[in-house]
């Protein structure tokens, strides 16, 4: 039995406030500690697929832990070895991430808005020092992700105001760069980020502001096609209606997003350049579990 994984697997699917990063670290602990107590092999390598990607199907994390997962068993090498190495890419890629921050500045510091609570973003903004002058962060109901964003940005004094989500047309003129994070990118182009993301981008363009997508390569989906994502479904009540659902997260589409900050920094959301972002995540995996083979 699958113990540690069905219990994080129930954790990941029922948190609203943190994303993929956690989503898939998480998962990754909980596969090492099933490996290393013999509740899992490779032997259950499909078994326990499908309950890793049951957690949130939208995100590209864990698609890739899975990925990482059966790589690890066509090449004899245990689970928990190859779930470690997955946990030390995430650490290794988030911090190239951070370092490529000074990309996004030209020649003074910069205003940003944003919305959710995105590891890298936090990262990103925070790399960036004194070239960023403030940050106008966005509350994204119905989860609220933003107030926690905001608050942390606060704590490590930085110049930040939260706003209502329907206060954004009123202060992005005022900001140079829209930043967001990624819970999936498709190798087309399409980025899967937190619910409000589309309007934020819609909203930017029109205004003549840059979206800027940061995220580290083993977000990106080999395999899906933007439009092919399965998007997880929310309910909350709403007084007196009763019952609301909605979509956790939207797709914008490659027209939407300018660039991408990543382990590389600054690069267009082209195939070409997503495809060698992927291929750089695998090609490190590969020579990981290369020498972690069993004996």
Known sequence: MLESVNEAVALVSR????????????????????ARSGRASCEQIYELEEVLMSANPTMGSIASLVWTLKEACMRGVPLDVAADAFIEYMRVSRS???????????????????LSYSTNVINVLLSL???????????????????????????RRVDVELLPDTAASSVIGLVDAVLIG?????????????????????????????????FEPYKISSEARCGGVRLLERSYQAEPWGEVTYKVFDELTRDLVDAVLSVRGLGDNT?????????EFEEWMTRRLAGGRSA
Not at 188 to 197: F, M, P
């Open 182 to 214: 990624a819970d999936n990118v498709t190798l087309d182009g399409c980025v899967y980020n937190k619910l409000g993301s589309k309007n934020l981008a819609i909203l930017a363009g029109y205004f003549g502001k840059p979206v800027v997508a940061a």
């Open 96 to 114: 190239e991430v951070a370092s490529h921050a000074r990309d996004l500045v030209k020649d003074a510091p910069i205003t940003v808005m944003t």
């Open 129 to 155: 020092g004194p070239m960023l002058k403030k940050v106008y962060v966005l509350e994204s109901l119905p989860g609220g992700e933003g107030r926690h964003a905001a608050a942390e940005l606060r704590s």
């Open 271 to 279: 195939q070409p350049n997503l495809m060698a972002l992927r291929k």
């Open 15 to 34: 948190e609203q406030v943190r994303g993929a990063s956690w989503s898939a670290e998480t998962l990754a602990r909980a596969v090492i500690d099933d």
